[in-house]
């Protein structure tokens, strides 16, 4: 055989690479970009991946993702021809306004009505915009909150008022961490600190249960949201976002609980041990007030909408109703699966006809149900030594955790949400 009759040698096969197609990657770019803008929303990770592999779907893409509560990894394509994008992200804050503009620009981009390219530019508009509510408006919701969730917690007419007075504080020393850098990651025990102790002192010399009104000013710090959202994802087999959450939800209850104990001790050692108060039985109407309170309250510090109110006030008023009806025959376990169950589908339904999130009235009706409190005093139980009263307290925060997830779980399956696909509500 002549040199110039030999076989070329043997090499890798040569792959024809396509073409990019430039609307692939315009979608390619809003898929992430809606990722990024729900996770920020606080999306839970069960939800956000189905949102992105049906937006995927219906943009003709074959995309594959794995979130976490810091993170969302996303690929595109198959096989060889497969790219990764990881996104690191940051921790999330609640405004279901945003949330409801930013799926109704989901479901404009999925049924076509909008470009994938302004629908990218549509979601960053959204993140830049200023919230609704500023920082007076804030600080009256945190007040009322804490008033409201004093009543909750059986307090008096003087812990009412206290709780109003330190929830407000509460809002001004969050607005002013706000502005310096890495106060944030200390906020849960630096607020708790300084609340416990403000409590403590004014309730030596006011004469009222000081523990009632530092928790209901406190209570919005408590991770029960979190904690319910990490069952929810564990029930849903999503292991690594629930268990990291879950975790996470427990080290800022270890912090709040810390704080409110550091508080209290410095307080004592300067004054002496406090003498008991019990607060004095408010009439069965402040609970109805209560009731009216809260929801306003949740719809500023959830960022919602102000015609969302009466939808909120409805959902949480039935829910509330039920748990507080069924408990006593049933136990609190079995009373919050019901309240839960009755919160969901209600949302749901609701969610079908005006085409919104079902979260805009479920979430803050959860705040009502949510066993963020009977958790923290377990903590604090164990702080002070009592051991076998806070793992009891921890576990029955489990069990009534778990009894709303299966109440939520239950009510999404038998009204199922209708996606990316519904009507937008303009």
């Known amino acids: 055989m002549r040199r110039h009759d030999r076989p070329p040698p043997a090499g890798p096969p040569r792959v ?3 073409t990019p197609d430039p609307r692939d990657d315009a979608a390619i770019e809003f898929v992430l970009e809606l990722g990024r803008s729900l996770h920020a929303l606080g999306y839970p990770s069960h939800w956000l991946e189905e949102a992105l592999t049906e937006s995927a779907q219906q943009l003709g893409l074959t995309g594959q993702f794995f979130v976490t509560p810091t993170s969302i990894f996303a690929a595109f394509g198959e096989g060889r021809a497969q790219h990764t994008h990881l996104l690191r992200l940051e921790g999330s804050d609640q405004q279901l306004e945003r949330l409801t503009r930013v799926l109704a620009c989901a479901r ?25 509510y500023g920082a007076t408006a804030t600080a009256a919701a945190f007040a009322l909150s804490g008033a409201a969730a004093c009543r909750f917690l059986g ?22 961490a706000a502005r310096r850098a890495g106060l944030g990651r200390v906020l849960p025990a630096l607020a708790s600190f300084v609340i416990s102790a403000i409590a403590a002192w004014a309730g030596r010399l006011l004469g009222f249960n000081d523990a009632v009104s530092a928790l209901a000013a406190l209570l919005i710090l408590l991770p029960g949201l979190s904690i319910t959202a990490a069952m929810a994802e564990l029930s849903s087999q999503h292991l690594v976002s629930g268990t990291s ?14 704080g409110v104990a550091m508080g209290a001790r410095v307080i004592e050692m300067a004054m002496g041990v406090p003498i008991a108060v019990t607060p004095a039985p408010l009439p069965l109407w402040t609970e109805a007030v209560a009731l009216l309170v809260a929801p306003l309250s949740f719809t500023v510090l959830m960022r919602a909408a102000p015609a969302d109110y009466p939808w909120i006030l409805g959902v949480g008023t039935a829910a509330h109703v039920v748990g507080r009806l069924v408990a006593p025959p049933l136990g609190a376990e079995l009373a919050a699966f019901l309240a839960a169950l009755t919160a969901g589908l209600l949302s749901h339904l609701i969610a079908r006809v005006r085409f919104t999130p079902a979260a805009v009235t479920l979430v803050p009706s959860l705040l009502l149900l949510v066993p963020g409190s009977i958790g923290f005093r377990g903590l604090t139980m164990m702080i002070d030594r009592d051991i076998m009263s806070g793992v009891e307290g921890a576990f029955r925060m489990l069990l009534i955790a778990s009894a709303l997830v299966a109440g939520i779980l239950l009510a999404s399956a038998l009204v199922p949400s209708s996606g990316l696909r519904g009507r937008a509500r303009h």
């Open 16 to 18: 024809n690479t396509p």
């Open 155 to 176: 307090g008096g007419l003087r812990e009412v008022g206290a709780a109003a007075v330190l929830g407000a504080l509460f809002a001004f020393g969050s607005a002013l």
């Open 245 to 258: 959450r879950i975790l996470g939800a427990f080290t800022q209850m270890l912090a709040v609980a810390f």
């Open 108 to 132: 404009e981009v999925v049924a076509h009505e909008r470009t994938p390219a302004s629908g990218t530019a549509r979601l960053r508009e959204l993140a830049a915009a200023r919230p609704r």
